[in-house]
C-alpha cells in the first residue's frame, strides 16, 4: 500500500470520529443551554475546567491511567476475538492482592515489595481470566458469560475481605488499612495525584503495540482473531489462543487495580473499580483495538468525568444533568466506534 | 438494440489505487448468451459488481433497454430484473437450501413468520422446473462446492431475473454438472433470458456463448461473435500470446510410500452410509495420486481426514510408515505436510490480513529472532513469492482486495513454497486463468520430480488426467476404482465410475 493511502484511511477514520464528535458537543451543549440557568459559565467549566488548574489536570490524567491498562486489557483480547466482561472483577480483586500483600510487608523494601504485590495483582488477574479461557478450551463454555460470572462472585469476595477483616476502624471509609508509605508511588504533577503510573501506562501501551505487530505471539494471535480455521489450517496452536489473551487481558486488568492502590488510594477502597472495566470496553472500542490510541481515548474518557465534576462544583449543574450531557457524548462516540468494528467485520470481495 | 449497455465505466479502488475498469464500453444483446473473459485481474468481477450494484463506478453510465438507469444496490439489480451468482459463495452454512434461496424475499406467514413449508414447496418448484436434482431441505454446511454453486444459480432463478450473471459457475463442477448447466442457460435464454458468464476455459466460451467480450487490464480489447474466433486466437487477445493447457508428464521413479490410508471410515451424524468406507490409499514419493469423484460422495471428507482438521471414526493413516492417525493440522505441518484447500476463502487465506501475512502462515517460525517477526525479512520473502507466481499488487495490501485469482495464486505459491513431502492439493486451478494454470500444471511436475508425494483432489477430470500417474475414483465414500494412467484411461471410462454404473472391487 502506498504510504499516503494508508494516511487518507487513518485520516478518513480520524474524520468521521471528529463528525460525531462535534455533533455530539453541539447535542450536550444545547442540552446544557436547556437545563442551566447559566449556560456559559457551566459550558466553559464542562469543557474547559480540567484544563484550569494544574490539580484538576493532574487528576483528570490520573483518572486516565486505570482506563489505559482496561483499555488495553480488552483491545488484546478484541484483536484475538475472545471477549473478556469481567474486567471490573479483575481490577478490583488485583486491587485487594496488592494491598494484602503490602499490609503483609508492612517493613518490606518499597521498590522490591511494591513489585511483589504488582506482580501478585496482576497474577490474580491473570487466573481469574484464564480460568475463562480454560473452560472454553475444554468444554466450549462462552467466555462473554464465564468472564462476567466469575468477576462478579469475586466482586462480593474482596466486598467481604474491605469491609470485614480488613477494615480500619480508624477511618470513616468502607475501605481497608492504609499501606505504609515507602509503596506510594511518586507524585510527577503536585499538588494533583498524578503520579508514576501515569508513566507505566505509556509504557504498558507501547508494550502492548509491539507485542500485538512485531511479535511472533502477536502474530498468531492477531490471525486466530481474525479467522481461526485458517489459523488452524496454517498449523497455529489455536486453543492456546484462547486462553492466552484472556491471560494477558486479565493481568492488565489488575495492573490497573495495583496501580490504583500503590499510586492514587494507598488502600483498599470498596467499589472504587466501579465502571472501569465497562469505560475499559468502550475505550478501547474508540480506539478501533490499537494499543496506541487507547492512551488518548482513556484521556478523552478522563476529560469527560473532569469537566462533568468540574460543572458541578463550580455551576449550577446537578449531578443528573452532568451525568446526562457526559452521557449523550460518551453514547455518541462509542456507537460510531462501534459501528465502524461492525462495518470493519463484513468482507467485501 | 443493445439490451445492456455500459458506457465509459471507469473503476478506481481507493485502497490500493488499483484502476481495475478503465473506460470500459460493453453491450449485451437481448436473447444471448455473452462470455466475459480475460486473465486473471483484468477486472472481470469489478465490472459485473458494478453492474449488480455491489460497487460504484467513478464515471461512466448504464442503459438498460436503452433507459439510462442507476444502480445502487443489489436490491436496485433486483428489481431491474438483474441476478447475480459470485465467484465466491455467499451462502449461510447453517440454513437449509429453501432458507437460503428465499432469504430476503421470504414468504411469510400471518405477515412476521417464515413460512419453511411454503417456502421448500416453492423452491422445490423451481429445482424441478430447471432440471436440478437436489433435496432443499438439506443444509448448506453439508453440501460440497459444486452443490453449493447449483444453489447459487437456483437462488437467482427463484427470483426471476431476466439478465443472469455467472461470475466463474464452472470452476467446481464436473463435466456432466457443466453440460446440465449450460442445457439449463441454453433453455433460459430460449425462454427470454439473457445470461453472461465469465469463464477461463475457452472451450466453454465456443460451447455455450454467442458473443464474447476480452477484457485486459481493466480494458475491453475485443468484442466477438464467438463463432468467428477460436480459442487460439482468444487467448492471444488475453494475454497478448497463445497459450495452451499442455503438461508433460515424463515418467518419474516411485519411491517409498509416503502417505499411507488404510481402511479409513469416516462416520457422518445422523447419516446411515457412512461419508467414507474403508478407504485404502498410497502415495509414493515422486508419485501424483489423482482422486475424481461427483461433488458430495467423499471428496470433500478425504481431503479434511488427510488435512488432519478431522478425525477418521476408524482405520489408520500412516506417513513414513508412522501413525499420524490422531495427528491433528499442526503436527501434520510440522511432518512436512503442505496443503491448498478447495476453500480458499474461509481455510486458505484470511482476508483482512495482508497478502504477506496470508503467506507465512505456516512458515513464520523462519523470520523470527528473538520472538520478534522481522517484517523486512517476511515482506521480502512475500514479494519475490508474488514475483515468481506473477500475483500483482503489493504484500502488504489486504488479500482480500486481490482478484479471486490472485488470491488463489497466493495460496498455491505459499504451499509450493513450504519444505514438505507431501502435498495435497484440491481444486487447484479453479479461478485460475489458462497461463496460470500452466503454470501452476509445470510446478506440480516440478515437485514431483523432486520426489514429493502429490494427492490431487479435482472435479476436473482433464486436470486429473493430464497430471496424475495413478487415478483413484470415489463413489459414495468408497474407492471404486484405481487405475494406473498410462494414457490409455478415458474420460468417458472415469465418468462411468464416477456415475457409480462400474465398479471394481478389490
Ligand atoms: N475490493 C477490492 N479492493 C481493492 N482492489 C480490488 C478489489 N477488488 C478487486 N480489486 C483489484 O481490481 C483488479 C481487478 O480485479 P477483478 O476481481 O475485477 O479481476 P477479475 O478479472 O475478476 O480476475 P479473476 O479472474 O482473478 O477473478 C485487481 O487488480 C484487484 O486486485
Ligand atoms: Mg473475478
Known sequence: MKRWSRWRELLAGTAGLSVTLGLSFLIAVALILLLSKQPLATIRWFFIGPFTNKYYLGNMLNTAVPLVFTGLGIAVAFKSSVFNLGGEGQVYSGALVTTVICLALPAANGYGGGLASLAGAMACGAVLAGLSGLLKMKWGTDELISTFLISSAVGFIVNYFITGPLDDPANNLLASYAIAPQYFLAGIFPPSRLNVSAGFAVLAAAAVFFLLNYTHTGYEMRMCGLNREFSRYGGINVSAYVVLPLVLSGALHGLAGGLAVLGTQHMAVKDFSFGMGWNGIAVSLIAKNNPLAVVPAAVFFAWLEAGAKAAMLHSDVTFEIAAIVQSVIFYLVTAQALYGALRRRKVRL | ?506
Open chain 2, 1 to 506: 438494440m443493445a439490451y445492456l449497455r455500459m458506457r465509459g465505466i471507469t473503476k478506481m479502488y481507493p485502497e490500493n489505487n488499483v484502476l481495475a475498469n478503465a473506460e470500459v464500453d460493453f453491450e449485451v444483446r437481448r436473447n444471448e448468451i455473452h462470455a466475459l473473459v480475460g486473465e486473471n485481474g483484468a477486472g472481470k468481477s469489478t465490472l459485473m459488481k458494478i453492474l449488480y450494484g455491489l460497487e460504484r463506478p467513478d464515471r461512466g453510465g448504464i442503459e438498460l433497454e436503452g433507459r439510462p438507469v442507476h444502480i445502487g444496490s443489489p436490491l436496485e439489480a433486483g428489481r431491474l430484473g438483474i441476478g447475480m451468482v459470485h465467484q465466491h459463495f455467499r451462502l449461510i452454512p447453517d440454513f437449509t437450501i429453501a432458507e437460503n434461496v428465499v432469504l430476503g424475499v421470504e414468504p411469510v406467514r400471518r405477515g412476521l413468520f417464515l413460512d419453511r413449508e411454503k417456502a421448500q414447496a416453492s423452491v422445490r418448484a423451481v429445482i424441478q422446473e430447471y432440471g436440478f436434482s437436489i433435496d432443499p431441505s438439506l443444509r448448506v454446511r453439508e453440501l460440497t462446492v459444486g452443490q453449493m454453486q447449483v444453489v447459487e444459480i437456483i437462488k437467482i432463478l427463484y427470483r426471476r431475473a431476466q439478465l443472469l450473471i455467472l461470475d466463474e459457475p464452472t470452476s467446481v463442477l464436473t463435466a456432466q454438472q457443466i453440460q446440465k448447466l449450460f442445457l439449463t442457460l441454453r433453455h433460459l435464454r430460449d425462454i427470454g433470458k439473457t445470461v453472461i458468464i465469465i469463464t477461463h476455459k475457452l472451450g466453454e466460451v465456443k460451447e455455450i456463448s454467442e458473443r464474447v467480450t476480452v477484457m485486459r487490464a481493466g480494458r475491453v480489447v475485443a468484442v466477438r461473435d464467438t463463432a468467428e474466433v477460436d480459442e487460439r486466437e482468444l487467448s492471444r487477445l488475453m494475454v497478448g500470446k497463445a497459450a495452451s493447457l499442455q503438461v508433460r508428464r515424463e515418467p518419474a521413479a516411485r519411491g517409498r510410500a509416503v502417505l499411507e490410508l488404510r481402511q479409513v471410515c469416516l462416520l457422518g451424524r445422523g447419516q446411515d452410509h457412512p461419508l467414507l468406507d474403508r478407504v485404502d490409499l498410497t502415495v509414493h514419493a515422486g508419485e501424483l495420486v489423482g482422486v475424481a469423484g461427483v461433488g458430495g460422495n467423499g471428496l470433500a471428507e478425504l481431503e479434511d481426514v488427510v488435512s488432519g482438521l478431522r478425525r477418521v471414526s476408524s482405520g489408520r493413516i500412516l506417513h513414513d510408515g508412522q501413525e499420524i492417525t490422531r495427528l491433528d493440522a499442526r503436527e501434520l505441518r510440522r511432518r512436512g505436510l503442505a496443503y491448498v484447500p478447495a476453500d480458499r476463502l474461509h481455510r486458505g487465506s484470511s482476508l483482512t490480513s495482508s497478502v504477506m501475512e496470508n503467506m507465512i502462515i505456516a512458515s513464520h517460525h523462519r523470520f523470527l529472532r528473538g520472538g520478534v517477526l522481522r517484517r523486512r525479512q517476511a515482506e521480502g520473502f512475500a514479494s519475490r513469492l508474488a514475483e515468481r507466481f506473477s500475483i500483482e499488487g503489493d504484500p502488504r495490501v489486504p488479500i482480500g482486495t486481490l482478484s479471486g485469482g490472485n488470491i488463489q495464486k497466493v495460496i498455491l505459491a505459499r504451499e509450493l513454497a513450504s519444505r514438505t513431502d507431501f502435498i495435497l492439493f484440491s481444486e487447484p486451478t479453479w479461478g485460475l486463468d489458462v497461463a496460470s494454470s500452466e503454470f501452476i500444471y509445470e510446478r506440480i511436475m516440478e515437485i514431483r520430480g523432486q520426489g514429493l508425494a502429490i494427492l490431487l483432489l479435482s472435479s476436473n477430470l482433464d486436470e486429473i488426467l493430464s497430471l496424475a500417474d495413478t487415478l483413484v475414483v470415489m463413489y459414495r465414500g468408497r474407492v471404486v476404482a484405481r487405475l494406473a494412467n498410462s494414457g490409455a484411461v478415458s474420460k468417458e471410462l472415469v465418468g462411468e465410475y464416477m456415475l457409480g454404473l462400474k465398479e471394481d472391487r478389490p
